[in-house]
């Protein structure tokens, strides 16, 4: 089992940036596939980026693609979401999540752990 805390959310304007960090509890980490994803009022929660265990493999959602980039460290059992060029659709609570498959998936039902959330919102 992990844990998961997000951190790093916060108010800021179009064009600007954010880095969230979710930090996991235990030392097996490094076992679980992670990913990135968030929910804005009205609308399903969808995954915005995930990464394989050692971080070579990723995946990024179209609507993210050359602005978001996921990265994990671990060694210090956190996981990491750059996101700059941010726009107002970005707005939406961003959750981590721990996924115990091997290959990296993007959809939902596949992750096992979730964190609380962090709420991201761009102003325009």
């Known amino acids: 089992q992990v844990q998961l805390v997000e951190s790093g959310g916060g108010l800021v304007q179009a064009g600007g940036s954010l880095r969230l960090s979710c930090a996991a509890s235990g030392r097996t980490f490094s076992t679980y596939v992670m990913g990135w994803f968030r929910q804005a009022p009205g609308k399903e929660r969808e995954c915005v980026a995930a990464?394989?265990?050692?971080?070579?493999?990723?995946y990024d959602a179209d609507s993210v693609k050359g602005r978001f980039t996921i990265s994990r460290d671990n060694a210090k059992n956190t996981l990491y979401l750059q996101m700059n060029s941010l726009k107002p659709e970005d707005t939406a609570v961003y959750y981590c999540a721990a996924s115990s498959r091997f290959r990296i998936l993007s959809t939902t039902p596949d992750y096992d752990y979730w964190g609380q959330g962090t709420q991201v919102t761009v102003s325009s």
């Open positions: 990464i394989g265990r050692s971080g070579v493999s990723r």
